[in-house]
């Protein structure tokens, strides 16, 4: 992200940035489409994790990282208004390399215990399973989860819970004359016994 994106994109709950861009990729027919996130709720459970949140993030474009720190605590204040809460980004230090581009998020001031169990678990079960089983391993989206600066591994969804499917759902996506159209086919694979027969 850019500091202009931090500033009034990231900042702001409920923009329309990327509702916006997924909508564009579908008009133009791309196969992939951005990831749909657009209340921003993502950003407010951090709030749930710990105090402190550190954003740093570039562009592959941008010579330095954008900076942006919230202490949840201030917010806790019932008499402060938001507007009087100061919390802007800045530029950064280097990034890691010239071509480097991502976001880094570091929560600190953990409001439970995270053990390095804990972490590994949520790696193993969580994570894994937002990984798509269809996608190629190595084009899959770009996560990384480190405990005490040792990186975790998060595993690919193993393709034997596929082969052991009962079902098959498939679906598609599109815009139809501006509105939004889903399509699904279901197909029952072994459940058994014999399946139903449709007339």
Known sequence: MSLEDLDRSFLVIGTPSRKKEVEAALARGDKSTPYLGEKGIGRLSAMRLGERLLVETARSTDKKLNRLEIDWTEFSNVDAMLDQIAVAPTKGGKKPSAEWSGTALTISDLVENWTEARVRDMA????????????NATTRPRIAIFWNGERIGIPIMSGALLDAAHARVSGAYELIDGAPVLTCTFEALDLGFEHPKTH
Do not use: I, N, V
Request: proline share 8%; net charge negative.
């Open 124 to 135: 193993d079960y969580e994570f894994a399973r937002l990984t798509d089983p269809f996608a």
